[in-house]
Nanobody, 123 residues
């Protein structure tokens, strides 16, 4: 029902910034909460941030609070993740995902996933 495509990843130096985009297609995008997750090599996929479909309300993992900002533009059917003060530990494949229930950290609640975009932070 919703198709998601991430973009904006790349290679940056520690302390730098990137803005990721999650472009959606399908019906009723504004009805979905959208989350960002990331997965580093050898690690489990982890929650990063989420934004609700209404409000909007935002939620962040402790590891990114104060550095990452999630936002959405329903008119453009796009969700953004603005990342500043990037650290090598932020290196991962970043995925956006959508669910029709709530914005939260549980990846099992998300029904639709993008293909991911690579973020690499060099020291």
């Amino acid at each position: 029902q919703v198709h998601l495509v991430e973009s904006g990843g790349g290679l940056v130096q520690a302390g730098g910034s990137l803005r990721l985009s999650c472009a959606a297609s399908g019906t009723s995008f504004s009805d979905y909460a959208v989350g960002w997750f990331r997965q580093a090599p050898g690690k489990e996929r982890e929650f990063v941030a989420a934004v609700s479909w209404s409000g909007p309300s935002t939620y962040y993992a402790d590891s990114v609070k104060g550095r990452f900002t999630i936002s959405r533009d329903n008119a453009k059917k796009t969700v953004y993740l603005q990342m500043i003060s990037l650290e090598p530990e932020d290196t991962a494949v970043y995925y956006c995902a959508a669910n029709s229930r709530y914005a939260g950290p549980d990846l099992n609640e998300y029904n639709y996933w993008g293909q991911g975009t690579q973020v690499t932070v060099s020291s």
